[in-house]
T-cell receptor
Framework: EDKVVQSPLSLVVHEGDTVTLNCSYEVTNFRSLLWYKQEKKAPTFLFMLTSSGIEKKSGRLSSILDKKELFSILNITATQTGDSAIYLCAVRGGSNYKLTFGKGTLLTVNP | NAGVTQTPKFQVLKTGQSMTLQCAQDMNHNSMYWYRQDPGMGLRLIYYSASEGTTDKGEVPNGYNVSRLNKREFSLRLESAAPSQTSVYFC?????????????FGSGTQLSVL
């Protein structure tokens, strides 16, 4: 059975801190790993990673994939209160290209 | 540019009642999905439709049925609602299941079954 494990499950930081969110996976026929941010409603797409060692970056957010060790990290530097959200990791794989989600990391950024 | 539209946004049912959640996308996507989200559980796939005319079960299909009415629309039906189906439901779509394409999500339906 495909498995995606995120850690920590929740995290409280102060504005300006740097955070690292982790996602490990066990998926057959790996195709891609996706990160989403979920505030009050629908998840919104952040990154998709398919190749090991290539960092994806968007402003203060960045992510990297290690296909050998089967994990990804999402880094957020100089956090702001607007970064408070649930961050979801999902992995596409399997014989039917199913997308399996982790339970998410709830990030709270205090002023 | 609506993207993925879900209705209703909120619904309260009594145990045993039935209802249909509607979803439509205007991005000409082939694949559509229904997920449920419960506290601490992430998103779990209920059913998906890889293309018009096909539907398949996901992780948690029991108690649900789906219809891919056409390429745009994918509905989720609860025939006899149970309290365990209290959840937030998300519809999503993507270009093609077999390619590495991101999912676009609707804004969700909060369902309470009393």
């Amino acid at each position: 059975e495909d498995k995606v494990v995120q850690s920590p499950l929740s995290l409280v930081v102060h504005e300006g801190d740097t955070v690292t969110l982790n996602c490990s996976y066990e998926v057959t026929n790996f195709r891609s790993l996706l990160w989403y941010k979920q505030e009050k409603k629908a998840p919104t797409f952040l990154f998709m990673l398919t190749s090991s060692g290539i960092e994806k970056k968007s402003g203060r957010l960045s992510s990297i994939l290690d296909k050998k060790e089967l994990f990804s990290i999402l880094n957020i530097t100089a956090t702001q209160t607007g970064d408070s959200a649930i961050y979801l990791c999902a992995v596409r794989g399997g014989s039917n290209y199913k997308l399996t989600f982790g339970k998410g990391t709830l990030l709270t950024v205090n002023p | 540019n609506a993207g993925v539209t879900q209705t209703p946004k909120f619904q309260v049912l009594k145990t045993g009642q039935s209802m249909t959640l509607q979803c439509a996308q205007d991005m000409n996507h082939n694949s559509m999905y229904w997920y449920r989200q419960d506290p601490g559980m992430g998103l779990r796939l209920i059913y998906y439709s890889a293309s018009e005319g096909t539907t398949d079960k996901g992780e948690v299909p029991n108690g649900y049925n789906v219809s891919r009415l056409n390429k745009r629309e994918f509905s989720l039906r609860l025939e006899s609602a149970a309290p365990s189906q209290t959840s937030v439901y998300f519809c999503a779509s993507s270009g093609h299941r077999a390619t590495n394409e991101k999912l676009f999500f609707g804004s969700g339906t909060q369902l309470s079954v009393l």
